[in-house]
């Protein structure tokens, strides 16, 4: 059950990284809009939380940012190719960056806060 909490911020974060997406191109903000660009890398990041669950990870480390990292970039990217929609090298290289800061960040952020206080989470 400690793997909640992470998980919930990853795939929130995968949200938002839609969200971004599509604002930054002036696409429409709606929930369908939404879930079409971002269903895929959702999925993917669910199943980088099976893996990390396999691994018996707490999902706070850079083991566990490192798989769901991977994970989602990877099949993320196979399945929006899958479903017909483009992987320019751009947009890849763009997800890549940004699901890395994300994923890599709050973990990091975590880190320090849990460092500071002396909690051992």
Do not use: K, N
């Amino acid at each position: 059950m400690v793997r909640i909490l992470p998980a919930i911020i990853d795939l929130i974060l995968v949200i938002g990284f839609a969200v971004v997406g599509r604002a930054s191109h002036s696409e429409g903000l709606s929930l369908f809009g939404i879930a079409q660009t971002g269903w895929p890398f959702f999925v993917a990041c669910a199943a980088g939380w099976i893996v990390v669950s396999l691994l018996e990870d707490s999902g706070y480390g850079p083991r566990s940012a490192l798989v769901i990292w991977l994970v989602t970039v990877l099949a993320g990217m196979g399945l929006r190719i899958a479903a017909g929609d483009t992987a320019e090298p751009a947009f890849v290289l763009v997800a890549t960056a940004i699901l890395f800061s994300a994923f890599f960040g709050w973990r990091l952020v975590a880190r320090g806060v849990r460092a500071r206080t002396g909690s051992t989470t």
